[in-house]
């Protein structure tokens, strides 16, 4: 029978330890896509180099990401997850995207420009170009839907830019991809600055809650988080530490927002603090149990990711390909 079902791809790096707003932003949703479509993950290396990594951390960082990811349901029976770096054609698409790619749409960036201003010492090539690779990243497989968080719309619109004016300048090559974000949770932002996303680099650990932390350091974590002086728990324009609570709290009980702030008004903040708590302790307690599996069995995390990054190098090889073809070079 033809496979007519729509085919996603998204990746994450291998930057730090995965956080909450990794999982309800993206992860949690690649999970339950799995039925509906063919999915294609990757663990995005080549990306996060654009940063300077320890090379002993990228390794441990890339083997418990893939340990997380199998964990929170991600099946290699049904989907391909593997490392980007293992499979060529991405960087060799990345070149070809970039000479179709200019210098002021790269620039355009916000993602670039903070962290250009994070990383002043070390503003590389490799940051600037990296919505190309990522552009390639999808165009290879032709995905038609790309799940991620809200923060990645805009180097999505780009990949349908650059994929659009290749189309146009040769003939159709490319899929464009649409983004795919679910609203619960596609923004969680940083307990310790609810104006800022919660991010797996950020310096302050209890900025963000680590999938692996476990229940006191994830209710301790909560407790400190960052509100206002203000008393009452309501879901309102500028209460930005509580909103993002209530986000929390509404996407991993699947309560809406106002059944969440009904539930506190006329409790304190400590008690809605405890209550968030204990509700994300215990969504992650299964996961947390899954990933001591993995990450005790390497062998096994090794053979998902050879198995699939093979299937994957086929189907990016024939995109390739036919670009290789279609801007005029000599055939092999
Ligand atoms: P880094 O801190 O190294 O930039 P990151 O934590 O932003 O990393 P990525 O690997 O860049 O994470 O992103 C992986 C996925 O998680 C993407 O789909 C991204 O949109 C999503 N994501 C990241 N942070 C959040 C967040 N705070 N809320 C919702 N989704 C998020
Ligand atoms: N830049 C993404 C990670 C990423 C990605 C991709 C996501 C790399 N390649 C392709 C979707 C599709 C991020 O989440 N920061």
């Not at 302050?204 to 476990?214: E, K, S, W």
């Not at 006191?216 to 009452?232: P, W």
């Not at 809605?272 to 899954?290: C, S």
């Amino acid at each position: 029978m033809e496979n007519t079902k729509k085919r996603s791809f998204s990746a994450i790096q291998p930057s730090g330890t995965i956080t909450l707003g990794n999982y309800l932003g993206a992860i949690r949703n690649w999970v339950n896509m799995q039925d509906d479509f063919e999915c294609i993950f990757a663990i995005a290396d080549l990306h996060t180099i654009t940063v300077r990594q320890e090379p002993s951390a990228l390794r441990k960082h890339s083997i418990e990401l893939l340990a997380m990811l199998l964990a929170a349901g991600i099946d290699p029976e049904k989907s391909l997850l593997f490392c980007q770096s293992h499979v060529h054609q991405h960087a060799e698409l990345a070149w070809v995207l970039n000479c179709y790619t200019q210098m002021g749409e790269l620039s355009r960036m916000t993602q670039f420009k903070d962290k250009s201003a994070k990383h002043a010492n070390n503003i590389n090539a490799g940051l600037f170009t990296y919505p190309t690779l990522m552009a390639a990243d999808i165009l290879l497989y032709k995905a038609d839907v790309v799940p991620v968080g809200e923060d990645q719309k805009q180097h999505l619109e780009l990949s349908r830019d650059i994929a659009g004016r290749f189309n146009s300048t040769y003939s159709d090559t490319f899929v464009l991809p649409e983004p795919y974000i679910i609203k619960s949770g596609a923004r969680v932002m940083s307990l310790q600055n609810p104006t800022s996303k919660m991010s797996k680099s950020d310096e302050n650990v209890n900025g963000f809650i680590a999938l692996t932390d476990d229940e006191d350091t994830i209710i301790r974590k909560f407790k400190r988080a960052v509100t206002d002086s203000e008393t009452t728990v309501e879901y309102r324009e500028g209460k930005y530490g509580i909103n993002n609570l209530l986000n929390i709290y509404s996407a991993v009980t699947g309560k809406t927002v106002i059944e969440a702030a009904k539930e506190f008004s006329g409790k304190g903040y400590g008690d809605f603090k405890l209550a968030v708590g204990e509700a994300v302790a215990a969504h992650l307690k299964p996961i947390q149990e899954r990933y001591k599996d993995y990450i005790g069995n390497k062998d096994y995390i090794v053979s998902v990711y050879t198995k699939s990054a093979g299937i994957a190098s086929k189907i990016a090889e024939s995109t390739l390909r036919k670009v290789y073809k279609k801007v005029g070079f000599l055939q092999k």
